[in-house]
């Protein structure tokens, strides 16, 4: 599996409230509502919690405060899914749809988007 994990930061404009209701409720819905158009497999929001507990963690070990208000992490079957879902009209335009969505309340150049592929260390049943 291809995870595509994106760390978001709100735009400064957007309450945190107003930001986490409309990721979750507006955006989320539109997500699954363009997932099979792009091939999504899973999609999960993390919402950052604890933000003052995450700050000593971060702090104890000498980190930056990234400041990130979430993560969304959004997993395909291949690199090759990836592609054949944005090859299609569909594709393209569910893609330029969520971009869109996206700018109204993420602040872009504070977040960063990114792919991996898992490495399972620890599991239990």
């Known amino acids: 599996m291809i995870k595509l994990v994106f ?58 405060q990234p400041g990130f208000d979430g993560i969304a992490e959004l997993w395909w079957d291949s690199i090759e899914s990836i592609q054949a879902a944005l090859g299609t009209q569909a594709g393209q335009a ?4 969520l971009a869109e969505d996206e700018a109204r309340f993420i602040d872009m150049e504070a977040s960063t988007i990114f792919f991996t592929e898992e ?3 620890v599991a239990f049943d």
């Open 94 to 97: 569910a893609g330029s749809l």
């Open 7 to 64: 760390c978001v930061k709100r735009l400064p404009s957007v309450p945190e409230r107003d930001f986490y209701d409309y990721w979750l409720n507006q955006h989320g819905t539109l997500v699954k509502s363009k997932a099979e158009a792009l091939k999504i497999r899973r999609y999960v929001q993390s919402h950052t919690k604890h933000a003052e507990f995450g700050d000593a963690v971060s702090a104890e070990r000498g980190m930056k």
């Open 119 to 121: 490495n399972e260390v």
